[in-house]
């Protein structure tokens, strides 16, 4: 055992920062179907909207602030670098922004993804339907986000991670998005205590060993001191 504790954080850590979670009451698969947003098919289908969706996303991550959640976490992994390894679902920059240096394994707002050449470069804070590619010239820029059918990013260090921690803990998220969703189980089999921090209980609680209820900005400063 290596003393490392492996942390997954979802949209529920950036709630108190003003940026909507997915599945939550008025959350944003209520606004929108996930089918025609989230998948490389409705990028292909109608490219427009599903900038529009994320050209608004990344302007309200812009605007937002790391809560005391992010800070706590930021300042764990900055205490103890080699044993604190942060994975992030989150796509919003709220980690960086606290001084944290997450993993992020469904990509990032601030990132542009060409969809012919694979070449990566910063956002523009307005993507166009057709945004060009500065590497190779194709009109095929999307956001570097990980979509459904897509496979996420970092996997292999991540099961590395997870397979060596002492404790893992999931902040914020509501465990029906797989693989992330099995990182708990990989991480029991391994040997590890489970935590599970969220604002209520989840589909998933009864994986975890221990449960802090409420909101993070109390409940993960509470659980990191
Ligand atoms: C608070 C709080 C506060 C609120 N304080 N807490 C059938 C069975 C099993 C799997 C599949 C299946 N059919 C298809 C699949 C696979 C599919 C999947 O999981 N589908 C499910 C819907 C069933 N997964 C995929 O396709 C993934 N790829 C894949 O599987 O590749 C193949 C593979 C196979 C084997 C191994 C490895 C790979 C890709 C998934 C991509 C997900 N993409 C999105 C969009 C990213 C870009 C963007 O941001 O727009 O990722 S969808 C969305 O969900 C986003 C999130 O990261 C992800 C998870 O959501 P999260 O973070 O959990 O948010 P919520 O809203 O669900 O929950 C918020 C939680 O916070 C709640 O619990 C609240 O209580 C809590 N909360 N306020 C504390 N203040």
Redesign the pocket.
């Known amino acids: 055992m290596s003393g490392k504790i492996v942390i997954l954080t979802?949209?529920?850590?950036s709630?108190?920062s003003g940026l909507g979670?997915?599945?939550?009451a008025g959350?944003l698969w209520e606004q929108y179907r996930?089918q025609d947003?989230?998948t490389p098919e409705a990028f292909a289908r109608d490219p427009e909207t599903v900038q529009a969706f994320?050209n608004a996303?990344r302007q309200q991550a812009a605007k937002a602030e790391p809560n005391a959640a992010h800070k706590a976490l930021a300042e764990l992994q900055q205490a103890w670098p080699d044993r604190v390894v942060l994975v992030t679902?989150?796509?919003d920059g709220l980690l960086e922004k606290a001084g944290a240096q997450p993993i992020h394994m469904?990509?990032q707002l601030d990132q542009a993804l060409c969809g012919v050449c694979d070449h990566r470069w910063p956002a523009p804070m307005e993507m166009s339907a057709q945004e060009p590619c500065p590497e190779c010239g194709a009109p095929a820029g999307r956001p570097d986000?990980?979509?459904?059918?897509?496979?996420?990013y970092h996997?292999e260090d991540i099961g590395e991670h997870i397979q060596d921690c002492e404790v893992f803990v999931a902040?914020?998220?509501?465990?029906?998005?797989?693989?992330?969703?099995g990182f708990v189980q990989e991480a029991r089999l391994f040997g590890a205590r489970t935590v599970e921090?969220?604002?209520?209980s989840?589909d998933v609680s009864g994986t975890f060993d221990v449960h802090r209820l409420?909101?993070?900005?109390a409940?993960v400063p509470a659980w990191v001191s």
Do not use: C
Not at 10 to 13: E, Q, S, V
């Open positions: 979802g949209a529920g850590l709630a108190e979670t997915f599945r939550d959350g996930l947003i989230a994320y996303r679902q989150n796509v469904h990509g986000v990980v979509w459904f059918g897509e496979y996420p996997l902040i914020g998220t509501s465990g029906q998005v797989y693989p992330a969703a921090i969220n604002l209520e989840t409420g909101p993070a900005s409940t």
